[in-house]
């Protein structure tokens, strides 16, 4: 596509439930990001994929939290038994390679647990 | 663990006003350093900065990086109330590694 695409762009759920999360990266592109942003505050690392090395999930705050990615294309970030705290914007981003940090965002997928 | 530090966190300035931003990092390994600009909610690539010293520029935004320091500098000439968004600066450390982004810089400009 022509940009990087996720989806729900909202979601509101009940703590407790589980949640999937997906992000649609920009074709061809071989490196794709997930953070999680919470109101007033910056980007906050969580996994990170770079073709088929093993992923960068140094980031993931639980193990709650966990992300799959299918060869280049779609990833899905799964939690797990929602808490409260876990309400956020979480963005996704690809980019072409990963030797420049110049990165494409999708809009964000709004997360409320209530 | 690696900071990436910004200044200040929020900032209210009038139209026409100059603004620096400041960004700082504590990483010994260093590839690049990077700005973005987040208005709503998708972040836009602003400049990426690998050498001491030169200046990029894009209209009224130019940008400096000083290695030997460790700091970045973003400045806006001329503010406008579209320049009023939250200013990321991200670093790299090598090819193939995450993109670390610090808190940001809340930018307002009022006419």
């Known amino acids: 596509g022509a940009g990087v695409s996720q989806s729900p762009s909202n979601k509101v759920t009940e703590k407790g439930k589980d949640v999937e999360l997906r992000c649609d990266p920009i074709?061809?592109?071989?490196?794709l990001y997930w953070y999680r942003q919470r109101l007033g505050q910056g980007l906050e690392f969580l996994i990170y994929f770079q073709g088929n090395s093993a992923p960068d999930k140094s980031g993931l705050p639980s193990d709650r939290f966990s992300a799959e990615r299918t060869g280049e294309s779609v990833s899905t970030l799964t939690i797990q038994r929602t808490q409260q705290e876990d309400s956020a914007v979480y963005l996704c981003?690809?980019?072409?390679?990963?030797?420049?940090?110049?990165?494409?965002f999708g809009e964000g997928s709004r997360l409320t647990v209530l | 663990e690696d900071k990436v530090v910004q200044s200040p966190l929020s900032l209210v300035v009038h139209e026409g006003d100059t603004v620096t931003l400041n960004c700082s990092y504590e990483?010994?390994?260093?590839?690049?350093l990077l700005w973005y600009k987040q208005e709503k909610k998708a972040p836009t690539f602003l400049f990426m900065l690998?050498?001491?010293?030169i200046e990029k520029k894009s209209g009224r935004l130019s940008s400096i990086l000083d290695k030997k320091e460790l700091f970045s500098i973003l400045n806006i000439t001329a503010t406008q109330t579209g320049d009023s968004a939250i200013y990321l600066c991200a670093r790299l450390r090598t090819s193939y590694d995450k993109v670390i982004f610090g808190p940001g810089t809340s930018l307002s400009v009022i006419p």
């Open positions: 074709s061809g592109h071989t490196a």
């Open positions: 690998t050498s001491s010293g």
């Open positions: 990483v010994t390994n260093f590839r690049s």
């Open positions: 981003a690809s980019s072409l390679v990963s030797t420049t940090g110049e990165l494409f």
